[in-house]
């Protein structure tokens, strides 16, 4: 069905590249709108979990992947004063096909976007879409007043999706009073290849190393009830960040000292979108379902997303049918992790200290009694596997 169709994504970020990989690779003509003047990520680094890194290799950038690459051999969960190890889950034992990967936001998407226009994707540039008209054909409206017709328009826009609001009615983002500081810093702390997640009151710092082991990636996320939300995110001075962490020990000093120009990202909670498709128009990505960070699944939610679009489009007798396949097969599974993941952060940021102490003693306990229990908790995230066959209807 997809021989031949013409395909607009608006949005060259993870979903949109990967979506529009998917759908050229099954014989669509795909154009990708995005408003930046470069196809490019700022921002840091990213967790691809097995799950996600099953849609890389259906996407044959396996290997490349791989290699752009640091493999997580743990997830090291650890108290924020002296930075005490509490329990650490082991990953070193999955496959390599399906291993845990640190990567920084840029070379994915590098490797995206080459691996889009090799196979004859043509992309846009200072395309800011203003509009995405469901219809037949829909309508892609952009800022210079420019216009547009497809077959079949997909709205990869991430959080300000203007196709969202199109199928969905407008919905007011609510604030978490969370706040996320994203930044590289030269890795000279000798970090293993092991993500650590320092718990701290009302605050946690992931800190894992990127590819070469030159540098690290830290996102902290701490309460900060004054945001002012003229903009979602700006820079930041490092002395903030430096004082929100200045009573986490182990190697957070260190770590933070390095940082130069933080970014700051407000923490909002958007619904999930209840209809993620209209005639010839489809949401993906951080469009239909916003996903807090503290599971590091958004990103690999937009590349599962991608692909069961283009499987559930190639089997479909036509785009409405698979349009609805494609969102009867996402829908639940991405309620369930937007779930887990606004639940998540509670768990590291208890603020007194004898619970706090408590949960770290019954946690290491677990670890040490049946280690298996804490990685499997997470089997129904990282084993699920959409580029099985079977798992379309
Ligand atoms: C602090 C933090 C840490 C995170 N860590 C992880 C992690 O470890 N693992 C993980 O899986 N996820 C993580 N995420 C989530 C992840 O970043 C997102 O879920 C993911 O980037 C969503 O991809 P997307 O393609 O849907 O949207 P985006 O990445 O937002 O891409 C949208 C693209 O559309 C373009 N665009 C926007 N509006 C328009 C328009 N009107 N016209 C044209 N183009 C437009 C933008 O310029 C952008 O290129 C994290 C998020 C945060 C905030």
């Known amino acids: 069905m997809l021989k031949g169709m013409e395909v607009t994504v608006v949005g060259g970020g993870i979903g949109g590249l990967a979506a529009a990989l998917a759908l050229r690779q099954r014989g669509a003509e795909v154009c990708v709108l995005e408003q930046a003047e470069a196809i490019r990520e700022v921002g840091a680094g990213i967790q691809v979990s097995p799950n996600g890194l099953r849609v890389l290799e259906a996407l044959g950038l396996g290997t490349a992947f791989r290699a752009a690459t640091v493999r997580g051999q743990a997830v090291s969960m650890r108290d924020f004063r002296r930075g005490r190890e509490v329990v650490s889950l082991d990953l070193s034992g999955l496959p390599e096909a399906q291993s845990y990967r640190f990567v920084h ?5 590098d490797l995206l976007a080459a691996a889009s226009r090799e196979a004859g994707v043509r992309v846009r540039l200072l395309q800011a879409v203003h509009a995405i008209e469901p219809g037949d054909p829909p309508r892609v409206v952009c800022r210079t007043g420019d216009e547009g017709r497809a077959d079949l328009v997909i709205g990869a826009e991430g959080l300000h999706s203007v196709l969202r609001p199109a199928l969905n009615g407008a919905a007011a983002p609510f604030f978490t009073g969370q706040v996320a500081w994203r930044a590289v810093v030269p890795n000279t702390v000798g970090h293993p290849a092991e993500a650590r997640v320092h718990m701290g009151p009302g605050r946690h710092l992931v800190s894992y190393p990127l590819r070469g082991g030159r540098s690290v990636n830290i996102v902290a996320a701490e309460e900060r009830r004054d945001w002012v939300a003229e ?3 700006h820079s930041d001075d490092p002395a903030n960040l430096r004082r929100a962490f200045a009573d986490f020990g182990g190697d957070v000093p260190a770590l933070l000292e390095q940082v130069e120009a933080p970014g700051l990202w407000g923490l ?7 209809v993620w498709h209209g005639a010839g128009v489809a949401l993906l990505g951080d469009a239909a379902h916003p996903t807090l960070p503290f599971m590091a699944q958004g990103a690999n939610m937009a590349l ?9 489009l190639q089997r479909a007798p036509d785009i409405q049918t698979g349009l609805a396949a494609y969102q009867q097969r996402r829908e639940a599974r991405v309620r369930r992790v937007v779930q887990a993941a606004e639940g998540n952060a509670w768990k590291y940021h208890l603020r007194n200290p004898l619970v706090r102490g408590v949960a770290h003693l019954g946690l290491g306990a677990v670890g040490r009694l049946a280690p ?3 990685v499997g908790q997470f089997d129904w995230i990282y084993r699920h596997d959409v580029t099985a066959p079977g798992q379309g209807a």
Request: aromatic share 12%; proline share 4%.
């Open 105 to 109: 936001r840029a070379d994915l998407i």
């Open 231 to 233: 903009g979602w995110s």
């Open 268 to 274: 909002f909670r958007h619904p999930v979108a209840r």
């Open 304 to 312: 599962e997303d991608a692909w069961v679009l283009g499987d559930a």
């Open 372 to 374: 298996g229990r804490l």
